[in-house]
């Protein structure tokens, strides 16, 4: 997890090694910050990477692999996340992440 961390938290990662996004969300919760870039094709998500220093990095690959390929609509992105939680702590995560993109998408 730290050789993960370190690897998204570089500077090339968030920087200079990253493809262009068309849109980069960014935020911060009280569990940790959050960006997402989302590439798309014809208003579907084409490529995702996000960064969160919550550490819980198989959430955040779930999160990705999830989202690539979905419509950019809010309700298809609810409809991609609310069935990839497996406990209390991600439902309250990922129900932040929704409440925080459906007021950015809007």
């Known amino acids: 997890k730290r050789q993960r961390y370190q690897h998204f ?55 990705e692999s999830v989202l690539q390929g979905q419509r950019y609509t809010a309700d298809h992105i609810v409809s991609a996340l609310e069935p990839i939680v497996r406990n209390e702590t991600e439902e309250a995560m990922v129900q932040d992440i929704l409440a925080w993109l459906r007021e950015e998408m809007h």
């Open 9 to 63: 938290s570089s500077w090339d990662w968030r920087y200079g090694a990253t493809p262009d996004f068309d849109t980069v969300y960014e935020t911060r919760f009280d569990w940790g910050t959050v960006e997402l870039g989302l590439q798309l094709r014809d208003a579907v998500i084409h490529q995702v990477r996000m960064y969160s220093d919550a550490l819980h990095d198989t959430l955040i690959d779930r999160i």
